[in-house]
């Protein structure tokens, strides 16, 4: 559990520091808000887990795919799209530096794959575990 | 016009051997595009040429992304939109007789027989995986060059 400690410490620290975020610019940003958003759904909430993050990931929910069909069960790596074979650039931030720094995309992304993979949108929980998850890989 | 006149010698040269079925009832080049088109529709396949569905197919289709073949490829109202307007205004002549449009181009008439000494091992191969994968053949599809020349089939 030690690194769930570090990303909440980095992410009370960013929020005592800025006062006003336009918009999320890096993973840190986008999993303090779904950290916000996370609390507001749960009372129970007690942070984000890269290890449930990882199952997640990798398993099936229910469906065909799962997250990692496409990303591959290393999202350091590129991936390719099940069905097209399209490639898809890295997922994990350490290996792209554009993942996890647009809103739009990231919205538009977890909310289509999320209904691929689930059936329904994606919780705040489930959002910041993979998130966790994919903020602890390394290149 | 250099490129479709040489493509025109080509086919009457090599009629009933090459892939030249269907290769006078349009040119194998697509030139229309659009920044948004590209980004959108190509980011899980090719961004397929416009003209290769009429306007009714691509009216239908793009007003039910949440359900596309399968996958959600939802978009924000007003990228949809602008995708549609360019899809419109660059769409082909629709040559189906029926009145639901088809969305799939690999079940409109021109693909079929475009494709149809396509043996069934090509489109069997892994490395192909699917008709829509276009750029496992035509290696500048992503181009627009659909080109005879710029064929090669993966062994």
């Known amino acids: 559990m030690h690194s769930v400690t570090i990303f909440r410490v980095v992410a009370v620290a960013i929020a005592l520091s800025a006062t006003t975020v336009a918009s999320a610019e890096t993973a840190t940003d986008f999993l303090r808000s779904y950290e916000t958003a996370a609390k507001q759904n749960a009372a129970g909430f007690t942070g984000f887990s890269p290890q449930r993050g990882e199952t997640f990931f990798k398993t099936t929910h229910g469906r065909e795919w799962s997250c990692a069909s496409c990303h591959t069960p290393n999202p350091t790596v590129a991936g ?37 993979v689930l059936g329904r949108a994606c919780t705040a929980q489930e959002q910041g575990d993979v998130l966790a998850y994919l903020m602890s890989l390394k290149k | 016009m250099k490129i479709p006149m040489r493509f025109g ?13 269907g290769a006078l009832a349009g040119d194998h080049f697509y030139t229309a595009t659009d920044q948004t088109w590209k ?9 397929y040429p416009p003209q290769l569905l009429p306007a009714s197919s691509w009216r239908e289709l793009m007003s039910g992304l949440n359900k596309h073949f399968g996958t959600d490829a939802s978009l924000d109202p007003q990228t949809a939109a602008g995708i549609t307007t360019f899809l419109e205004k660059n769409a082909g002549r629709d040559r189906s007789s029926s009145r639901t449009p088809t969305l799939r181009i690999t079940e409109t008439r021109w693909f079929v027989h475009e494709h149809d ?5 090509v489109w069997k191969n892994p490395k192909v995986k699917s008709p829509a994968n276009c750029t496992a053949c035509h290696v500048d599809g992503d181009k627009g060059d659909f080109s005879e020349h710029h064929i090669r089939i993966p062994k």
């Open chain 1, 80 to 116: 390719a799209h099940a069905k097209t074979d399209k490639p898809i650039a890295p997922l994990a931030p350490a290996a792209n530096a554009e993942r996890f720094t647009r809103p739009d995309k990231v919205e538009k992304w977890f909310k289509r794959n999320c209904n691929d």
């Open chain 2, 9 to 21: 010698l080509l086919v009457f040269l090599t009629a009933g051997v090459s892939w030249a079925g």
């Open chain 2, 39 to 47: 980004a959108e529709c190509g980011s899980c396949h090719l961004a």
């Open chain 2, 117 to 121: 000494e396509v043996p069934d091992r």
